[in-house]
């Protein structure tokens, strides 16, 4: 299995752009989530699906973020307009039912 | 001004010592638990799990123990290499309904190999 697949792995973009990140899920789990890793804040959990239905988004920061599941096989998490305290790398990650989580390999955004 | 990150403890060891990294949870109704390994520039990566029936899982050079009492997890690695030099997060969950794991991370310590 390839497991998680994120693109892209770098973007830059200025304020005020919509961003798009994409996550490709590890076949066969029912479980997707968003992460994201500040130095500031660690490692923050956004949102997470189960079968492609969004549970608990308690953790977006704000409406300019929205993440949507349209198939078993992908989820995007995009942000509108971007600011530049949205600078982060965003991690996406599946699991199984009670099953451990694996990581994919991150996109690390720079908004200026 | 300055921007102040997460202060990450840093463990510092030689080479062939053994390794504990120590961990302190937030809720008591956890009763998943897992450790990562997250090497510069890449995601978080599995090592090892327990649940919280359990107090001590070994896995390959890695021991977990969990102490529910003080709701204290401990990573033990033996015989430490260059290639364990990494950040190290703990993470605990609560069980969601359905099945799902809800991992909460904690801020991580960098471990340091020292040749």
């Known amino acids: 299995d390839a497991g998680v697949i994120q693109s892209p792995r770098h973007e830059v973009t200025e304020m005020g752009q919509e961003v798009t990140l994409r996550c490709k899920p590890i076949?066969?789990?029912?479980?997707l989530f968003w992460y994201r890793q500040t130095m500031m804040r660690g490692l923050e959990l956004l949102i997470y699906?189960?079968?492609?239905?969004?549970?608990?988004d308690s953790g977006m920061p704000e409406d300019r973020f929205s993440a949507k599941m349209p198939n078993a096989s992908f989820s995007n998490l995009k942000i509108q307009p971007s600011e530049p305290r949205d600078s982060a790398v965003y991690f996406c990650?599946?699991?199984?039912?009670?099953?451990?989580?694996?990581f994919g390999q991150g996109t690390r955004l720079t908004v200026v | 001004g300055e921007s102040v990150g997460l202060h990450l403890p840093t463990l510092s060891v030689q080479e062939g010592d053994n390794s504990i990294i120590n961990c302190a949870y937030s809720?008591?109704?956890?009763?998943?638990f897992i450790w990562y390994k997250q090497e510069s520039g890449k995601g978080p990566q599995f090592i090892i799990d327990i649940r919280s029936n359990m107090d001590k899982r070994q896995g390959q050079r890695v021991t977990v123990l969990l102490n529910k009492t003080v709701k204290h997890l401990s990573l033990q690695i033996a015989a430490t290499q260059p290639g364990d030099s990494a950040v190290y997060f703990c993470a605990e969950n609560i069980g969601l309904t359905g099945g799902g794991n809800k991992l909460t991370f904690g801020t991580g310590t960098q471990l340091k190999v020292e040749l």
């Open positions: 699906f189960n079968n492609n239905v969004p549970i608990d």
């Open positions: 809720n008591s109704a956890s009763d998943y």
């Open positions: 076949s066969g789990h029912d479980y």
């Open positions: 990650a599946s699991s199984r039912p009670a099953g451990k989580a694996f």
